[in-house]
């Protein structure tokens, strides 16, 4: 069973690019998140989604995008890549609302340089 | 206020020895406290939770203490061990908003860096 799934694993762009950071899961889970992690701050939530069609901001959503055209996959998406979004990007997934495990891939490392 | 402080940012240490890590949180609506666990290069994974109907929960070497009146919450790791070392997040679940579900967000603390010796 492979989880959460993201790609991909490091990148670098340059300040200007743009990307699409790719996730995926096999637990036919509803709800997805993405957060990005940096040194000292803990997890911040950027989006999440409740299902296919159906996504929302979280705490610091400025600068990304996100789409949900299907249960399995929830890209993120950064236009104009700055400095200030160099982190460490996770998704996760749960099933059910309120009391569930999240479950997290492993991570995609950005650099903005 | 939505914010979750952990404290402390790290901790050493020695193997066999006690690990304790506290957080505190604001909002009184909170009703969900897990801790999750994260090792270098790894996505975190849950360890433990808690609701705020009891006041402990253990699972092996690893307990949950809550204190509602306080709103503080904390993980004692006992008998340490160096495969614990790993970086440690607390989180809660924020309160339901207008349509009845929190939808499964967590706010999480700024995590501890747990280093056990040898």
């Known amino acids: 069973n492979a989880g959460v799934t993201q790609t991909p694993k490091f990148r670098i762009l340059k300040i200007g690019q743009s990307m699409t950071l790719q996730c995926t899961q096999d637990?036919?889970?509803?709800?997805m998140y993405w957060y990005r992690q940096d040194p000292g701050m803990g997890l911040k939530l950027i989006y999440y989604?409740?299902?296919?069609?159906?996504?929302d901001k979280g705490e610091v959503p400025n600068g990304y995008n996100v789409s949900r055209s299907t249960t399995e996959d929830f890209p993120l998406r950064l236009e104009l890549a700055a400095p200030s979004q160099t982190s460490v990007y996770f998704c996760?997934?749960?099933?059910?609302?309120?009391?569930?495990?999240?479950?997290f891939g492993q991570g995609t490392r950005l650099t903005v340089v | 206020q939505q914010q979750v402080k952990q404290s402390p940012q790290s901790l050493i240490v020695q193997k066999g020895g006690i690990s304790i890590i506290n957080c505190a949180y604001e909002?009184?609506?909170?009703?969900?406290f897990p801790w999750y666990q994260q090792f270098p290069g790894k996505g975190p994974a849950l360890l433990i939770a808690?609701?705020?109907?009891?006041s402990e929960k253990k699972e092996g070497r690893f307990t949950i203490s809550f204190n509602k009146s306080a709103k503080q919450f904390s993980l004692h790791i006992m008998d340490s061990q160096p495969g614990d070392s790993a970086t440690y997040f607390c989180?809660?679940?924020?309160?339901?908003?207008?349509?009845?579900?929190?939808?499964?967000?967590?706010?999480f603390g700024q995590g501890t860096i747990l280093t056990v010796h040898p």
């Open positions: 996760a997934s749960s099933y059910l609302q309120g009391y569930a495990e999240a479950f």
């Open positions: 637990m036919n889970h509803n709800y």
């Open positions: 989604s409740v299902g296919a069609g159906i996504t």
């Open positions: 909002n009184t609506a909170f009703d969900y």
């Open positions: 808690i609701r705020p109907d009891v």
């Open positions: 989180a809660a679940n924020p309160p339901s908003g207008a349509g009845g579900t929190s939808y499964g967000k967590l706010t």
